[in-house]
């Protein structure tokens, strides 16, 4: 039983590059959530979807887009990366909302 | 105001000894709250959650709620070396969403 899983765990692109964070979990949750973490601020929600289908936006989504591939996938895309998304991005799934699994995330440089 | 503070730490406790962390929050109207542990460089996982007001319960961990003062915390009894990570607090809204606190960093010292 791998949990939720995540590609790349290391990633370094240069300003302007795209690139597209892949999840997938296989515990059968129907939500699936975004976070990046940076220094000092905590884990703050980027995209979410509460359902296979269903995607909305969370707190910090300026330059992200997402795409509920479907009920195991849940990816996160960069279209233009800025230096100010070098972050550690966290995918999470959780059946009900009240426990929240996560993966073990991708560290993105942006130079 | 954030909507979940904690104090960012770093605890430091010796071995043995209570760690208390604490968390506040500012909307009234939440009900569900939860402590998450974060080691360096790995993932947060689920420690403790609780939903009324009280204390709760579970090994070495208790969980307090109290609602009319917006406040939740997390004893550590007999702490121990292994404990030594970063605690986020986390707050559920609306829409199977969580709001996370920044974390408090544990240290505890043998």
């Known amino acids: 039983n791998a949990g939720v899983t995540q590609t790349p765990k290391f990633q370094v692109l240069k300003t302007g590059q795209s690139m597209t964070l892949q999840c997938a979990q296989d515990?059968?949750?129907?939500?699936m959530y975004w976070y990046r973490q940076d220094p000092g601020m905590g884990l703050r929600l980027i995209y979410y979807s509460a359902s296979e289908g269903t995607t909305d936006k969370g707190e910090v989504p300026n330059g992200y887009n997402v795409s509920r591939l479907n009920k195991r996938e849940f990816s996160l895309r960069l279209e233009s990366a800025a230096p100010s998304q070098t972050s550690v991005y966290f995918c999470a799934s959780s059946e009900t909302g009240y426990e929240q699994y996560f993966g073990p995330g991708t560290r993105l440089t942006v130079t | 105001q954030k909507e979940v503070e904690q104090n960012s730490g770093p605890l430091s406790v010796p071995e043995g000894a209570i760690a208390s962390l604490n968390c506040t929050y500012s909307d009234r109207v939440s009900q569900s709250f939860f402590w998450y542990r974060q080691y360096s460089g790995k993932s947060p996982e689920l420690i403790m959650s609780?939903?009324?007001?009280g204390d709760k319960e579970d090994g070495r961990f208790t969980a307090q709620l109290n609602k009319a003062s917006q406040y939740v915390s997390l004893l550590i009894r007999d702490s121990q070396p292994s404990d030594s990570a970063t605690y986020l607090c986390a707050v559920k809204k609306y829409g199977n969403k969580l709001v996370f606190g920044a974390g408090t960093i544990l240290r505890v010292k043998s």
């Open positions: 515990m059968n949750h129907n939500s």
């Open positions: 609780i939903y009324s007001n």
